[in-house]
T-cell receptor, first 118, second 109 residues
Framework: SAVISQKPSRDICQRGTSLTIQCQVD?????MFWYRQQPGQSLTLIATANQGSEATYESGFVIDKFPISRPNLTFSTLTVSNMSPEDSSIYLCSVELTQGTGSYNEQFFGPGTRLTVL | KNEVEQSPQNLTAQEGEFITINCSYSVGISALHWLQQHPGGGIVSLFMLSSGKKKHGRLIATINIQEKHSSLHITASHPRDSAVYICAVTGGGADGLTFGKGTHLIIQP
């Protein structure tokens, strides 16, 4: 299994500022995923972060707005830049681990960062 | 891009009832996940399916790959089962998950 922690757990920020969210995993993982859940909506994949390479962004998300770092196999950061009220969401990081003898993959999610932009 | 549809969107039932939540998707997948999200945002993985059926306690999940459909069943439902249940699919690898909109389940005592 994997235990994932995120910092901060919540924040209230002013329009135009930036916030960096940290994600720490207690085991080494190749891929980490960043998701956004806007109020009343389901989760949407922002990007996939592999260690040692640039993150891969989904349609509608760009590196200038959501820069991601992945310095090692247990840590990643997501920055929400030049924030606007539309960025108010829960941001979650996630990893996928192969369980047992490689028979299945299980998803593990961080507790989320609840961001409010005023 | 996969389209994931869940039904019902909202479900209120009495304690002890048998609950079924459905999920359909549009494009072939490598795996389907059922997730549980409690108030406050925490998400827990319940099942990962690529074929057949899995059971864990009072929860049962099935998938029909040919029909691109999965169901989550809860037997002997309890108020603590109240949560949002989310279906998510992946093509594998670096695809990440595509999520349904979730089913908001309330079990009344």
């Amino acid at each position: 299994s994997a235990v994932i922690s995120q910092k901060p757990s919540r924040d209230i920020c002013q329009r135009g500022t930036s916030l960096t969210i940290q994600c720490q995993v207690d085991s080494q993982v190749t891929m980490m995923f960043w998701y956004r859940q806007q109020p009343g909506q389901s989760l949407t994949l922002i990007a996939t972060a592999n260690q040692g390479s640039e993150a891969t962004y989904e349609s509608g998300f760009v590196i200038d707005k959501f820069p991601i770092s992945r310095p090692n196999l247990t840590f990643s950061t997501l920055t929400v830049s030049n924030m606007s009220p539309e960025d108010s969401s829960i941001y979650l990081c996630s990893v996928e681990l192969t369980q047992g003898t490689g028979s299945y993959n299980e998803q593990f999610f961080g507790p989320g960062t609840r961001l409010t932009v005023l | 891009k996969n389209e994931v549809e869940q039904s019902p969107q909202n479900l209120t039932a009495q304690e002890g009832e048998f609950i079924t939540i459905n999920c359909s998707y549009s494009v072939g997948i490598s795996a389907l996940h059922w997730l549980q999200q409690h108030p406050g945002g925490g998400i827990v993985s319940l099942f990962m399916l690529s074929s057949g059926k899995k059971k864990h306690g009072r929860l049962i999940a099935t998938i029909n790959i040919q029909e691109k459909h999965s169901s989550l069943h809860i037997t002997a439902s309890h108020p603590r089962d109240s949560a949002v249940y989310i279906c998510a699919v992946t093509g594998g690898g670096a695809d990440g998950l595509t999520f349904g909109k979730g089913t908001h389940l309330i079990i009344q005592p």
